[in-house]
């Protein structure tokens, strides 16, 4: 590429970002991959480069640059505005073979920039975080929108504290001058703040260098499930497999609904702590937002797949013995 520093549009297509796709888990083929992907702007007709094909309709843009082409604002709201007038397109990348950058579009004209990656970063650890973003498995799973909601948290966290951070350094001195007196006041105030600028910085590299974890699961990586084993008895009585965690709960849900009458066992909708459904007749909870994520069950029930690993076996776990069945995961 050095040798080469004005390496034009249709060679990084070629050369770098038909690989990467592919490294996503996206299959070049035509009913995976749509070029030049038509999207109607008004009056007018625009063209993405890539369209990233699910059940026939797009679910991932990607918009290429050439090497020698500095990524900005302009490009930005280029990808935006094909997401903004392509309704169902979540997820988008821009990038120019050197830079990556990785949206999430929500709603609004403006989506959310997830992250940027250099290229050597992104040769270095492939499978980080925000790049899974966009992996075929990711994105069918619905695990691409617990990514994106952990560093859209992260991003709102580090927005509070930078725009608070005099009220809430007020807030820690005063607990600690409780403490000790106000001896130290000056020496405290001053601490305080150094303290919530460091925790802005360290969380600011956390979203930059994607270590940002999974709650209450120690690995980088999203895991697939093996299997969820229900025994009856000392019997295993149902082997769920399906391929990802929100399936699978589903797919056990499922089974104790039609095989062990669960719907008799429980309330409608059933709201195991203060708000949220787990199983409801609607894709609801009890105040009327609507469930993040969820599948459809037997009956026209749903349940809500919106949690982590460690919450999706807790709830699991809980109805499965209210059916007198024990539950062994194997994801």
């Known amino acids: ?9 249709t060679n990084t297509k070629t050369m770098l970002i038909k690989s990467f796709i592919e490294a996503l888990g996206w299959n070049f083929v035509p009913s995976e991959i749509k070029l030049e992907y038509k999207i109607q702007m008004g009056t007018q007709n625009k063209k993405v480069d890539y369209a990233l094909m699910l059940n026939k309709a797009p679910s991932v843009f990607v918009e290429a640059k050439g090497l020698d082409t500095t990524l900005s604002k302009r490009h930005r709201s280029q990808i935006e505005s094909y997401m903004h007038n392509e309704e169902g397109v979540k997820w988008g990348l821009l990038t120019n073979g050197k830079k990556y950058q990785f949206y999430m579009y929500s709603g609004s004209p403006s989506s959310l920039l997830l992250g940027e990656i250099p290229l050597e970063q992104l040769s270095q650890d492939p499978k980080t975080k925000i790049v899974r973003t966009l992996s075929k498995k990711s994105v069918e799973a619905g695990e691409s929108e617990q990514i994106a909601e952990k560093i859209r948290d992260r991003k709102n966290a580090i927005s509070t504290l930078k725009d608070n951070k005099d009220v809430i350094a007020e807030d820690v001195a005063g607990v ?18 150094e303290f919530v600028d460091s925790l802005v910085e360290e969380m600011k590299e956390d979203v930059s260098d994607n270590k940002l974890k999974s709650d209450g699961d120690d690995e980088e990586k999203i895991k697939y499930s093996e299997d969820i084993s229900m025994i009856k008895n000392g019997n295993i009585v149902k082997v769920v ?11 056990a849900v499922n089974y104790l609904i039609e095989e ?4 008799e066992l429980i309330p409608i909708p059933y709201v195991p702590g203060n708000k949220k459904s787990i199983v409801n007749n ?25 949690m982590n690993k460690s919450t999706k076996e807790k709830h699991i776990k809980e109805l499965a013995k209210m059916c007198g069945l024990k539950v062994k995961f194997g994801w």
């Open 260 to 263: 062990e009458s669960l719907l």
């Open 176 to 193: 600690l001058t409780d403490r000790i007196g106000d001896s130290l006041l000056n020496t405290v105030e001053t601490e305080a703040k």
């Open 1 to 9: 590429m050095e040798d080469d520093p004005q390496m034009g549009e």
């Open 241 to 251: 497999k399906k391929g990802s965690q929100a399936d699978e709960m589903a797919e």
């Open 282 to 306: 609607e894709p609801k909870h009890p105040n009327g937002d609507k469930m993040r994520m969820s599948k459809k069950l037997s009956e026209n029930y749903y349940v809500d797949t919106h």
